[in-house]
């Protein structure tokens, strides 16, 4: 077995790669995400590029899969039919949130309702103090008749979230036990083994999202096993998580609320390789696809890695406004901003694009698919960036006159401009709002965005990556080959890895060590046994230490790095410089006289790192659109300049000059290293094309991948 696959489905197109271990070589494919039923597309996708690659199934030893189907079930509500479980007296705590109000001017906010209504919200007789100790014993009787009455309501999924339950779970479990008995095909979740740390609301929100979608990723795991199973792939599959490392199906099927962004991580991981390979210690990825855009901070080539996100939030740019899940997830912004993004004119007569998506149905109008709406896509082809006639390699032909005819009718009538002033507002705004949304990102992360080179891949990155880049004022833009599929790169560069967290409050300067180190012991031991079952050797496993401190008062903590080992007061001075560069990298100062606290506790077991090869020239795939095709293949020609590499010229639409200009065309494949050209010029290759401005310098480095110089 030599082969590994990578699936990256996304909410317009499904992305695939596979690489041959004992050649290093690499086909990609894309396919459109067939919403309704996605392991179709991926069954479809997998067969068409293992038959194009000459790959046989029987030669798979492993399926690294990144899915948004949790975070879409979220969005837009089509999970379980959910019940929530809580201590007497805490029924509304989901209700009440945090008591703070994300926009304090806004009188009309309307924050996302919870995903469990109140008349599924029961209490149950029972209270645990803050040391664990039983106040009150759990009244079973009374958590039958509730477990019954929910029962009659129908409903599928339960989460079970007791006060105090993440220092003692034993009525929590118990709970789970009579829940079974009552209901033997109720789908339960535990906070204690969710999310085990303090603060009620968060724990809550967290338990009745990983429930809540979790039958919905049981069958959908099944019936992609099975799929797998009837190609003939008999190699592990790997589900990506929100934190970067991968997952075995149990624990996915058992925790899916750490698969939320597992799409976007991947892209975030593909970055963070390349900038690792390029020795870059700045990055900002920049991933822009169909329906969405993400922006992740690298430093060192490593993302940035936070402990809670929000998904649902009724205002993009404003956090509280959505549902937070507590687990570990590399830290991105992400907006509605992608190709199949919907522009319209609101009633103040203001030019909007997003967030709603055309998505892969129906799509743009120039698919001719039944897209009704001009999108981002359609404005992209009208100024001239995309080529009609070589969309995904020319498996698709875009109809430019449905998107002349959209944007015309929908923008540029209602707002009193031509088409082609229509279709250049489309693309300035939609590049507005994602620079604008990563330096919102990177200011609320102490980084000055000015020092860090942009990445740019997905299917719409490169093409407006240069806008972008410009509004951000980044020093240069760099386009991996093989951009339109790096999110499924990205899945195959994944360790196997497993995040665990405990809640323990320490003041440092009188810590109790023993209890500090029974903490990391014990999930180290439950990680190391996870990794052993899934074939890792002892001598591969990885252990890193995170504590989360505070200065006594506060209310919020940061995030430090432990030393390993046996902790003691010996080791106080090592973790107080961790904690306090930590916090001066934040805050740019620190309070004096100020004791140092500690609340939660984490670990992450991994295994070794994978070997991509992302720097290697990966071999143009087949893309296929709706029902397979004959397939082309396509050879690169041996030159190592770039006039030969020109495949024509179009008019293409560049506002420094002032309109429509003559702009040469390169072919990617034929672009080999060295090559240096001047913008404007347009680069294609199969799954994307990039769009370089007037003024820039532009080559082809060593790993092929297109460095662009802006000029100052």
Wanted: include cysteine; hydrophobic fraction near 40%.
């Amino acid at each position: 077995m030599r082969a590994r696959l990578g699936v990256d489905i996304g909410g317009t197109f499904t992305d695939l790669v596979v690489i041959d271990d004992a050649t290093g070589t690499a086909r990609v494919g894309k396919v459109l995400t067939t919403a309704k039923d996605p392991a179709h597309g991926v069954e479809e996708g997998i067969h068409a590029l293992l038959d194009e690659a000459g790959v046989r199934s029987d030669a798979v030893r492993a399926v690294v899969h990144g899915t948004t189907l949790a975070t879409n079930a979220l969005i837009e509500r089509k999970g379980a039919k959910t019940a929530l479980l809580t201590t007497e007296g805490f029924r509304d705590a989901l209700e009440i949130r945090r008591e703070g109000r994300y926009d304090m001017y806004d009188l009309f906010i309307d924050p996302p309702p919870p995903l469990v209504p109140r008349h599924l919200r029961r209490e149950v007789p029972e209270r645990l103090l803050a040391d664990g100790s039983i106040l009150k014993t759990l009244d079973e009787a009374a958590a039958r008749r509730a477990l019954a009455e929910l029962a009659r309501e129908g409903v599928e999924a339960l989460a079970i979230c007791l006060l105090h339950a993440y220092v003692n779970p034993a009525h929590e479990r118990r709970l789970s036990e009579i829940a079974r008995e009552v209901s033997p095909g109720l789908s339960v979740s535990c906070s204690s083994e969710v999310v085990p740390e303090i603060r009620e609301y968060e724990r809550a929100s967290t338990t009745c999202a990983n429930v809540y979608v979790a039958p919905l990723m049981a069958r959908y795991l099944e019936d992609l096993e099975r799929r797998l199973a009837a190609l003939g792939i008999d190699g592990q599959l790997y589900i990506m998580q929100s934190s970067g490392g991968t997952a075995l199906p149990p624990l996915a099927r058992r925790l899916p609320v750490r698969l939320v962004e597992s799409g976007p991580a991947a892209g975030a991981l593909a970055a963070a390789q390349a900038a690792r390979e390029r020795h870059e210690p700045k990055l900002l990825s920049f991933d822009m696809g169909g329906t969405t855009a993400k922006a992740c901070v690298i430093d060192d080539g490593v993302p940035l890695v936070g402990r809670e996100f929000e998904v649902a939030r009724a205002d993009r740019f404003k956090k509280g406004s959505g549902l937070p899940i507590r687990v570990p997830v590399i830290e991105l912004i992400e907006i509605g901003a992608g190709g199949g993004s919907i522009a319209r004119v609101d009633r103040m007569g203001l030019l909007k694009v997003g967030p709603d998506s055309a998505g892969a149905d129906p799509g743009p109008a120039c698919y001719t698919l039944g897209g009704r709406h001009p999108t981002v896509t359609d404005a992209d082809l009208l100024l001239g960036y995309l080529d009609a006639e070589f969309f995904l390699g020319g498996r698709m032909r875009l109809d430019r006159e449905a998107a002349h005819r959209v944007v015309g009718e929908h923008v540029a009538r209602r707002l009193g401009l031509d088409v082609t002033g229509a279709a250049w507002g489309i693309h300035r705004v939609v590049n507005e709002n994602m620079a604008a949304a990563a330096r919102i990102h990177g200011i609320e992360r102490g980084r000055d965005l000015r020092q860090y080179p942009l990445f740019a891949f997905g299917g719409a990155g490169p093409v407006h990556c240069w806008q972008v880049a410009k509004i951000l004022k980044v020093p240069r833009i760099l386009i991996p080959f093989g951009a339109g599929a790096m999110s499924a790169y990205g899945l195959l560069a994944a360790p196997l890895a497993f995040d665990f967290v405990r809640t323990g409050r320490q003041r440092l300067d009188r810590a109790d060590w023993p209890a500090i180190n029974r903490l990391f012991a014990e999930m180290e031991e439950e990680g190391r046994a996870l990794l052993a079952r899934a074939g890792v050797a002892p001598a591969d496993i990885h252990i890193s230490r995170i504590a989360e401190m505070r200065h006594a008062g506060q209310g919020h903590e940061v995030e430090c790095a432990m030393p390993l080992g046996a902790l003691s007061t010996e080791s106080l001075p090592t973790i107080t410089a961790s904690f306090e560069n930590a916090y001066r990298a934040l805050y740019h100062r620190l309070p004096h006289g100020v004791p140092i606290e500690a609340l939660n506790w984490r670990l992450t077991v991994s295994g070794p790192q994978p070997s991509t090869g992302l720097s290697r020239r990966s071999e143009p795939g087949r893309a296929l659109i709706r029902p397979p095709s004959v397939h082309a293949s396509r050879t690169a020609p041996t030159t190592t300049g770039s006039a030969r590499a020109t495949k024509g010229a179009r008019q293409a639409y560049f506002a420094e000059v002032g309109g429509f200009v003559e702009t040469p065309v390169y072919d990617r494949y034929a672009l080999h290293a060295g090559a240096e050209f001047a913008g404007p010029a347009i680069v294609e290759e199969r799954e994307s094309t990039a769009v370089v401005g007037p003024g820039a310098r532009c080559r082809v480095d060593d790993g092929f991948g297109l460095v662009v110089e802006i000029p100052t």
